[in-house]
């Protein structure tokens, strides 16, 4: 199975701040990586897809970049809902595999 | 709108098996396959399989093979989850979701808590 390491594993930034979550798999995905945002009570929702593809709804101070092993997803001007989990998910080889999720909360 | 609704929290004996539903509405449910994922504090997400709504295939997580099994009734637009031989470690908070794209998830239940306490 691919394994997906993200950090960090937890994160506190400042409204306003620009902040960065790292994902590295074990071998090269191809640009196959989702991310996903869950929301404290709530199930996960997907955010980015192949690496860079924003999802329906999504605003656009979220980003994605990255290729091979390693990725990132990059959120511009945070905002207090931005306040998450978030999990990076490869779809390259089945079973898709996630990584153990970066807590962000606020300063 | 698309939605899945899912069946409620679950105390279970060690031992013992769970159904947990996951009813589609929204959308062609025979057009999307429905997938299923634990999540635990300490181990994150796991994927544990999906089954194909318009055929009954499955394909399962070798992780979860004799753990979980897969159905659907098409005529209710409803997929189930059973889990079986319940330990402590099965205890988690399972979601469905549809699989949008190639093992993507764009849409998902809002999770059965699964407790396993004798």
């Known amino acids: 199975d691919i394994q997906m390491t993200q950090s960090p594993a937890s994160l506190s930034a400042s409204l306003g701040e620009t902040v960065t979550i790292e994902c590295l798999a074990s071998?090269?995905?191809?640009?196959?990586l989702a991310w996903y945002q869950q929301k404290p009570g709530k199930s996960p929702q997907l955010l980015i897809y192949?690496?860079?593809s924003l999802n329906d709804g999504v605003p656009s101070r979220f980003s994605g970049s990255g290729s091979g092993t390693q990725y990132s997803l990059k959120i511009n001007s945070l905002q207090s809902e931005d306040v998450s989990i978030y999990f990076c998910?490869?779809?390259?080889?089945?079973?898709?595999?996630f990584g153990g999720g970066t807590k962000l909360e606020l300063k | 709108q698309v939605q899945l609704q899912q069946s409620g929290a679950e105390l279970a004996k060690p031992g013992s098996s769970v159904k947990i539903s996951c009813k589609a509405s929204?959308?062609?449910?025979?057009?999307?396959?429905i997938s299923w994922i634990k999540q635990t504090t300490g181990q994150g997400l796991e994927y544990i399989g999906y089954?194909?709504?318009?055929?009954?295939?499955?394909n399962y997580n070798e992780k979860f093979k004799g753990k979980a099994t897969l159905t659907v009734d098409k005529s209710s637009s409803t997929a189930f989850m059973q889990l079986s031989s319940l330990t402590p470690d099965d205890s988690a908070v399972y979601y469905c979701?549809?699989?949008?794209?190639?093992?993507?998830?764009?849409?998902w239940g809002q999770g059965v808590m699964v407790t396993v306490s004798s």
């Open positions: 979701a549809r699989e949008g794209n190639w093992g993507l998830f764009d849409y």
């Open positions: 929204g959308y062609t449910f025979t057009s999307y396959y």
């Open positions: 089954i194909n709504t318009g055929s009954g295939g499955t």
């Open positions: 071998e090269d995905i191809y640009s196959n």
């Open positions: 192949y690496a860079n």
């Open positions: 998910q490869q779809n390259y080889d089945s079973p898709w595999t």
